[in-house]
Protein backbone atom coordinates (compact mmCIF):
# COMPACT_ATOMS: atom_id res chain seq x y z
CA UNK A 1 0.00 0.00 0.00
CA UNK A 2 1.47 2.75 -1.31
CA UNK A 3 1.10 6.39 1.48
CA UNK A 4 1.51 9.80 0.27
CA UNK A 5 1.63 13.08 2.16
CA UNK A 6 1.49 16.52 0.51
CA UNK A 7 3.35 19.53 2.57
CA UNK A 8 3.70 23.15 1.42
CA UNK A 9 0.72 24.53 0.82
CA UNK A 10 -0.21 27.72 2.79
CA UNK A 11 -1.44 31.09 2.19
CA UNK A 12 0.33 34.06 -0.51
CA UNK A 13 -0.69 37.18 -2.19
CA UNK A 14 -0.84 36.89 -6.07
CA UNK A 15 2.54 36.78 -7.91
CA UNK A 16 3.82 34.66 -4.88
CA UNK A 17 5.61 31.04 -4.98
CA UNK A 18 5.10 27.76 -3.23
CA UNK A 19 6.57 24.71 -3.34
CA UNK A 20 4.73 21.72 -2.86
CA UNK A 21 5.93 18.14 -1.59
CA UNK A 22 4.90 14.70 -1.83
CA UNK A 23 6.31 12.25 0.49
CA UNK A 24 5.50 8.16 0.01
CA UNK A 25 6.29 5.61 1.92
CA UNK A 26 5.08 1.43 1.53
CA UNK A 27 5.76 1.32 -2.38
CA UNK A 28 8.39 0.98 -4.86
CA UNK A 29 8.06 5.39 -5.69
CA UNK A 30 10.45 4.93 -8.98
CA UNK A 31 8.00 2.82 -10.51
CA UNK A 32 5.15 4.89 -10.86
CA UNK A 33 4.62 8.28 -12.57
CA UNK A 34 3.68 10.42 -10.27
CA UNK A 35 0.83 13.54 -10.98
CA UNK A 36 -0.78 16.95 -9.28
CA UNK A 37 -4.55 17.39 -9.47
CA UNK A 38 -6.40 20.27 -7.75
CA UNK A 39 -9.94 20.75 -6.45
CA UNK A 40 -10.99 24.47 -5.45
CA UNK A 41 -14.85 24.50 -3.83
CA UNK A 42 -17.39 23.82 -5.86
CA UNK A 43 -15.68 22.83 -8.62
CA UNK A 44 -14.57 19.46 -9.30
CA UNK A 45 -10.69 18.14 -9.64
CA UNK A 46 -8.83 19.12 -12.01
CA UNK A 47 -5.23 17.91 -13.36
CA UNK A 48 -2.27 20.27 -12.69
CA UNK A 49 1.21 18.23 -13.88
CA UNK A 50 2.18 15.29 -14.38
CA UNK A 51 5.65 13.01 -14.58
CA UNK A 52 7.17 9.95 -16.08
CA UNK A 53 8.67 7.22 -13.65
CA UNK A 54 12.02 8.21 -14.61
CA UNK A 55 11.02 12.28 -14.43
CA UNK A 56 12.15 12.81 -18.45
CA UNK A 57 8.77 13.40 -19.56
CA UNK A 58 6.39 16.26 -18.18
CA UNK A 59 2.87 17.50 -18.66
CA UNK A 60 1.12 20.63 -17.83
CA UNK A 61 -2.92 21.55 -18.02
CA UNK A 62 -2.63 24.85 -19.99
CA UNK A 63 -3.17 27.26 -17.18
CA UNK A 64 -0.23 26.24 -15.61
CA UNK A 65 2.71 26.24 -18.30
CA UNK A 66 5.34 28.36 -17.63
CA UNK A 67 4.61 29.03 -14.35
CA UNK A 68 4.30 25.69 -12.40
CA UNK A 69 7.29 22.95 -12.36
CA UNK A 70 7.05 19.40 -11.61
CA UNK A 71 10.10 17.52 -10.54
CA UNK A 72 10.80 14.11 -8.83
CA UNK A 73 13.85 12.75 -6.49
CA UNK A 74 13.83 8.76 -6.89
CA UNK A 75 16.40 8.45 -3.89
CA UNK A 76 14.31 10.51 -1.49
CA UNK A 77 11.00 9.40 -2.45
CA UNK A 78 9.55 12.65 -3.02
CA UNK A 79 7.91 14.47 -5.47
CA UNK A 80 7.61 18.06 -6.04
CA UNK A 81 5.33 20.89 -7.62
CA UNK A 82 6.86 24.13 -7.66
CA UNK A 83 4.63 27.05 -7.97
CA UNK A 84 5.55 30.78 -9.26
CA UNK A 85 3.61 33.44 -10.09
CA UNK A 86 0.71 32.61 -8.48
CA UNK A 87 -2.79 33.73 -9.45
CA UNK A 88 -6.20 33.66 -7.15
CA UNK A 89 -7.40 31.34 -9.17
CA UNK A 90 -5.08 28.63 -8.42
CA UNK A 91 -6.54 28.34 -4.96
CA UNK A 92 -7.13 24.76 -4.16
CA UNK A 93 -6.89 21.84 -2.30
CA UNK A 94 -3.89 20.32 -4.27
CA UNK A 95 -3.45 16.26 -4.12
CA UNK A 96 -0.73 14.18 -5.43
CA UNK A 97 -1.50 10.27 -6.92
CA UNK A 98 0.97 7.45 -7.78
CA UNK A 99 -0.58 6.39 -11.36
CA UNK A 100 -1.25 2.56 -11.07
CA UNK A 101 -3.57 2.08 -14.64
CA UNK A 102 -2.61 2.50 -18.19
CA UNK A 103 -4.88 5.46 -18.96
CA UNK A 104 -4.56 8.67 -19.96
CA UNK A 105 -1.81 10.82 -17.75
CA UNK A 106 -4.72 13.47 -17.03
CA UNK A 107 -7.56 11.88 -15.81
CA UNK A 108 -8.07 10.61 -12.26
CA UNK A 109 -9.33 7.13 -13.62
CA UNK A 110 -5.16 6.65 -13.70
CA UNK A 111 -4.03 7.04 -10.15
CA UNK A 112 -5.20 4.44 -7.75
CA UNK A 113 -3.10 6.02 -4.75
CA UNK A 114 -4.14 9.75 -3.70
CA UNK A 115 -3.10 12.14 -0.62
CA UNK A 116 -5.22 13.90 1.39
CA UNK A 117 -4.03 17.11 -0.31
CA UNK A 118 -2.39 20.56 1.36
CA UNK A 119 -4.40 23.70 0.58
CA UNK A 120 -2.91 27.06 -1.46
CA UNK A 121 -4.98 30.09 -0.97
CA UNK A 122 -3.77 33.35 -3.60
CA UNK A 123 -5.30 36.73 -2.45
CA UNK A 124 -5.28 39.04 -4.65
Known amino acids: QVQLEESGGGSVQAGGSLRLSCATS????????MGWFRQAPGKEREFVAA????????YYTESVKGRFTISRDNAKNTLYLQMNSLKPEDTAVYLC?????????????????WGQGTQVTVSS
Open 97 to 113: AAQTRYSDYDSGIAYGY
Open 26 to 33: GGVFSGYA
Open 51 to 58: ISWSGGNT
